[in-house]
């Protein structure tokens, strides 16, 4: 079974404080992906990465950053936080070429305060 | 406007009755289409992918029509279990997905 293990389930932080989400998957998918959640928006693409050391902006990628330092592992870093960056984050991951299957992990639901 | 967009019902539906709804998409170069289930607090996963014939899998049945670009997804025989929210997806010519912002199903007894 495919598992993509984010690192934090909750998360609640202060306005301006660095946030690390990690996310880790034991398939040895090429592709990584960061996504938000909002009600009412859908999922949003952050960042995607198809290679380790490589990234690329989605729809969404003001106030974030990523690294991809190994392939299994995909972070999200917000530099400094905000109250609008309060949101469900889920990582996915799939294998190059394959489009629409992505398999998620749980989420990581993080509150800036 | 919206790429990827579905009615949020929620949809409420007797055990044992059919349910169906749509999803309408804007880009008419979309490629790829799928239909995922995320359960409350749970993630998204992959219910089944929809081809241009239309397909079924088990109660599940999936259409495509490009002409008026949306594309449908019926529950037959609803289970309490089927109560969950369903994402519709949306790939262009490069692979990139949209998502909908789901539609929401409630199975009562």
């Known amino acids: 079974d495919v598992k993509v293990t984010q690192s934090s389930r909750y998360l609640v932080k202060r306005t301006g404080e660095k946030v690390f989400l990690e996310c880790v998957q034991d398939m040895d998918h090429e592709n990584m992906f960061w996504y938000r959640q909002d009600p009412g928006l859908g999922l949003r693409l952050i960042y995607f990465?198809?290679?380790?050391?490589?990234?690329e902006k989605g729809d969404i990628p003001e106030g974030y950053s990523v690294s991809r330092e190994k392939k299994e592992r995909f972070s999200l870093i917000l530099e400094s936080a905000s109250t609008n960056q309060t949101s469900m984050y889920l990582c996915?991951?799939?294998?190059?070429?394959?489009?629409?299957?992505?398999?998620f992990g749980e989420g990581s639901r993080l509150t800036v305060l | 406007r919206k790429e990827v967009e579905q009615d949020p019902g929620p949809f409420n539906v007797p055990e044992g009755a059919t349910v169906a709804f749509n999803c309408t998409y804007s880009?008419?170069?979309?490629?790829?289409f799928f239909w995922y289930r995320q359960d409350c607090r749970k993630e998204p996963k992959l219910l089944m992918s929809?081809?241009?014939s239309g397909n079924e899998d088990g109660r599940f049945t999936a259409q495509l029509n490009r002409a008026s670009q949306y594309i449908s997804l019926l529950i037959r025989d609803s289970k309490l279990s089927d109560s969950a929210t369903y994402l519709c997806v949306v790939s262009d010519s490069w692979g990139k997905l949209q998502f909908g912002a789901g539609t929401q199903v409630v199975v009562t007894p």
């Open positions: 929809v081809y241009s």
């Open positions: 996915a991951s799939s294998f190059r070429g394959v489009t629409g299957e992505l398999f």
């Open positions: 880009n008419s170069a979309s490629q790829s």
């Open positions: 990465s198809y290679d380790v050391k490589m990234k």
